[in-house]
């Protein structure tokens, strides 16, 4: 059999990067954030694993309802709440909390009989994607008070700038939250991951770690490991040939890389059918024995080809690391044009998934 990709995810790393996120808001509960499949780690696993935070998150009802069905019985916030009454049914069925981001979700919860909910009331301090403008927050507030469907309100923004540290917007988002807010009760929630890290006075009484719990860096120009965060997936796969080739050899479809000089190209079994990214380009370091290699040429569906002169004894089956444990995974992003977020979410069936606890 011709080995293929696979994601090796540390469930102890995931751990201790939750509590990193603590080490940096101690005075705040933790919303783990493990939306999209747990950004590409596992739903199930993950959240079977963050058995110290204090809540989950996820975007979508099918997630929430997929973690409930599972026996996760943990407390979880629908981050983009409902749309529907069948919708809103159903997360009162699994007992769910809501963020309500707009006026008509409001109008459903007024509709709505049966056990109240608790409510994450978003205001919109600056992102303008989702959330209740600042000057409608306290006539929305009042209405939830008075709705017999919500026996709680939380009060939650979220940053648009946060990983930029140079960047006032955050400061200016703080405020505007804070003042659209200014005589509300509620618990309060502004910081993501950058906020955790990079701004302390966006702490509040939640914190919602999300990158961060899997080992990628939320910041502009500080790495993973200075943050102290462990990266949570490696993602590997096998030599599968190993080629003598001649200076002006060309590598690949379109001819896009020349061989400078004779040398050798090893043959890696991963491609972006397997979701690693097409357009990283040549130059991208991967790791064979603990040497950093470099790819060539364009990515295949199946196979990309690495650059052998720096790891010379390398054969058919060695291992190769694409990401993770020693190969932080913004040095790929950055060499793709996108962000680790993307390449987490991005992989396949095609790969193989193995969790580790030690």
């Given at each position: 059999?011709?080995p293929?990709?696979r994601?090796?995810?540390?469930l102890?790393?995931?751990?201790?990067?939750?509590?990193?996120?603590?080490?940096?808001?101690?005075?705040?509960k933790?919303?783990?954030?493990?939306?999209?499949?747990?950004?590409?780690?596992?739903?199930l696993?993950?959240?079977?694993?963050?058995k110290?935070a204090?809540?989950l998150?996820?975007?979508?009802?099918?997630?929430?309802?997929q973690?409930?069905?599972s026996?996760?019985?943990?407390?979880?916030?629908?981050?983009?709440?409902?749309i529907?009454k069948?919708?809103?049914?159903?997360a009162?069925e699994y007992e769910l909390e809501?963020?309500?981001?707009?006026q008509d979700?409001?109008?459903?919860?007024?509709?709505?009989?049966?056990?109240?909910?608790?409510?994450?009331?978003k205001?919109d301090?600056?992102?303008h994607?989702?959330?209740?403008?600042p000057?409608?927050?306290k006539?929305?507030?009042a209405r939830?008070?008075?709705?017999?469907?919500?026996?709680?309100i939380?009060?939650?923004t979220?940053?648009?700038?946060?990983?930029?540290?140079?960047?006032?917007?955050?400061?200016?988002?703080?405020?505007?939250?804070k003042q659209?807010?200014a005589?509300l009760?509620?618990?309060t929630?502004?910081?993501?991951?950058?906020g955790?890290?990079?701004?302390?006075?966006?702490?509040?009484?939640?914190?919602?770690?999300?990158?961060?719990?899997?080992?990628?860096?939320?910041?502009?120009?500080?790495?993973?490991?200075?943050?102290?965060l462990?990266?949570?997936?490696?993602?590997?796969?096998?030599?599968?040939?190993?080629?003598?080739?001649?200076?002006?050899?060309?590598?690949?479809?379109?001819?896009?890389?020349?061989?400078?000089?004779?040398?050798?190209?090893?043959?890696v079994?991963i491609g972006?059918?397997?979701?690693?990214p097409?357009?990283?380009?040549?130059?991208?370091?991967v790791?064979?024995?603990?040497?950093?290699?470099?790819?060539?040429?364009?990515?295949?569906?199946?196979?990309l080809?690495?650059?052998?002169?720096h790891?010379?004894?390398?054969k058919?089956g060695?291992?190769?690391?694409?990401?993770?444990k020693?190969?932080?995974?913004?040095?790929?992003?950055?060499?793709a044009g996108?962000?680790?977020?993307?390449?987490?979410?991005?992989?396949?069936?095609?790969?193989?998934?193995v969790?580790?606890?030690?």
């Amino acid at each position: 059999m011709i080995p293929g990709p696979r994601a090796t995810i540390d469930l102890q790393a995931l751990t201790h990067n939750l509590q990193i996120s603590r080490k940096h808001t101690p005075h705040s509960k933790q919303l783990a954030v493990i939306k999209a499949n747990a950004y590409g780690h596992g739903l199930l696993q993950v959240a079977e694993a963050l058995k110290d935070a204090d809540a989950l998150a996820v975007a979508r009802l099918p997630e929430a309802i997929q973690l409930r069905e599972s026996g996760i019985d943990k407390t979880i916030v629908l981050l983009e709440g409902v749309i529907t009454k069948d919708e809103l049914k159903q997360a009162q069925e699994y007992e769910l909390e809501l963020v309500v981001h707009h006026q008509d979700q409001l109008a459903l919860l007024e509709q709505l009989t049966g056990e109240a909910l608790i409510i994450w009331l978003k205001v919109d301090s600056g992102m303008h994607r989702l959330g209740i403008l600042p000057e409608d927050t306290k006539h929305i507030y009042a209405r939830l008070d008075k709705c017999q469907s919500v026996k709680q309100i939380r009060l939650m923004t979220h940053l648009a700038n946060a990983d930029d540290r140079n960047d006032s917007y955050t400061d200016r988002q703080c405020d505007q939250f804070k003042q659209a807010i200014a005589g509300l009760n509620g618990e309060t929630s502004i910081a993501n991951s950058a906020g955790i890290v990079g701004w302390p006075d966006s702490h509040a009484d939640w914190a919602r770690p999300g990158i961060m719990l899997y080992g990628a860096s939320p910041l502009m120009g500080v790495t993973a490991n200075e943050l102290e965060l462990k990266p949570v997936m490696t993602l590997t796969s096998n030599l599968i040939a190993v080629n003598a080739y001649r200076k002006g050899d060309a590598i690949g479809y379109g001819s896009s890389w020349i061989c400078p000089e004779d040398m050798q190209v090893g043959v890696v079994a991963i491609g972006y059918g397997d979701g690693y990214p097409r357009h990283a380009q040549s130059g991208t370091p991967v790791l064979i024995k603990d040497q950093k290699c470099e790819t060539v040429g364009r990515v295949s569906m199946d196979m990309l080809c690495v650059d052998l002169r720096h790891c010379p004894a390398a054969k058919v089956g060695d291992a190769v690391t694409l990401w993770g444990k020693d190969l932080p995974v913004e040095d790929i992003s950055n060499k793709a044009g996108t962000i680790s977020y993307e390449l987490f979410c991005r992989l396949t069936s095609r790969v193989e998934f193995v969790y580790q606890d030690s």
